[in-house]
């Protein structure tokens, strides 16, 4: 089931269990040793699809600017079966919706790159490391103006 909600209305047991699959992902299975806990949390519309108690795919995102949203924090625990495109399709639609921003930006791992251009990003920095990953940034634009 995807849930659509800002930091106030996640329970405390919806929060525990998204700081939980972001450990999980982000600092055991990618070996990235950062500060998760950054208080943009607090400022966040946060995305994802649960079942059952579990947290299959995640994605915050937040104001950058006034005219731009950055999403960021993106992971699919079943990979390879269409679901991240999904999750990130409804984010956009969220963001979009309740945020209404004229571009959006990612900070892509390296090799998600082609992920990320099939939804329409395009590449718009060199490649940057962050928490020891190759990164760039993307932008996705053309929206109508808020």
């Known amino acids: 089931m995807l849930k659509i909600k800002h930091f106030g209305e996640l329970t405390t047991d919806e929060l525990y ?17 950062y500060q998760d806990l950054d208080d943009i949390d607090c400022v966040s519309l946060h995305v994802f699809e649960e079942d059952n108690g579990v947290i299959g795919g995640y994605l915050r995102a937040y104001q950058k600017d006034e005219k731009t949203v950055q999403i ?29 921003p004229e571009k959006i930006c990612i900070e892509a791992q390296e090799h998600a790159i082609g992920f ?13 490391m962050d928490a020891g990953i190759p990164h760039v940034a993307m932008e996705l634009e053309g929206f109508e103006k808020a």
Do not use: P, T
């Open 17 to 33: 269990r998204i700081l939980q699959v972001r450990e999980e992902i982000f600092v055991l299975e990618q070996k990235c040793f």
């Open 72 to 100: 960021g924090r993106v992971l699919i625990r079943q990979r390879g079966m269409g679901r991240g495109k999904k999750l990130m399709e409804n984010g956009i639609a969220a963001v979009r919706e309740r945020m209404k």
């Open 116 to 128: 990320y251009e099939k939804l329409g990003f395009r590449v718009a920095s060199d490649v940057f």
